[in-house]
């Protein structure tokens, strides 16, 4: 069950930066474009994404993993709040146990990618879960 507009509201508040795993540096996909309206409203994006481990996207280096891009924004005080996936619901459990390893606040799986294992473990640990449902979608419409 995903948590009420409310609390995704204020999700939207407190969040400052946003690891999104799976994002591509291809402007036609919509891991690029979500990324760029979120980016566009004030977030920070931290790419995730072994194929591009080490470029940039959207202004932003890329990480081949999270607890990579933990340990390089660590220097410079920058905390992973959010993580957003764009992958295939059956390789989100990895990503759970990650964003835990590396204090995230929440977990976000997009429109599409559902994994209830990978859920269970994120609230147990105390992160908001969302699941099926778009950043950019969710945040347009609370605006």
């Known amino acids: 069950m995903n948590p009420s507009t409310a609390c995704i509201s ?17 402007q036609d996909r919509p891991s690029h474009g979500v990324a760029a309206y979120l ?8 790419p995730v994404n072994p194929a591009y481990a080490g470029q940039h996207i959207l202004g932003e280096h890329c990480y081949a993993t ?4 933990k340990h ?9 709040n959010m993580v957003d996936c764009f ?7 990895p990503i759970a146990d990650e ?7 929440c977990l976000w799986m997009q429109l599409g990618v559902i994994n209830e294992a990978a859920a269970v473990r994120a609230r147990e640990a105390g992160l908001l879960v969302v699941m099926d449902r778009c950043t950019k979608i969710d ?5």
């Open 10 to 26: 204020a999700l939207f508040q407190e969040v400052r930066t946003i690891a999104v795993v799976g994002l591509s540096a291809k």
């Open 72 to 80: 390089a924004l660590q220097e410079t005080g920058v905390k992973i």
């Open 99 to 105: 964003a835990i390893a590396i204090g995230a606040q």
């Open 39 to 46: 980016q566009r409203h004030g977030y920070r994006i931290i």
């Open 139 to 143: 945040h347009a419409n609370l605006s």
């Open 87 to 93: 992958r295939n619901s059956a390789t989100i459990e």
């Open 66 to 69: 999270l607890t990579q891009a």
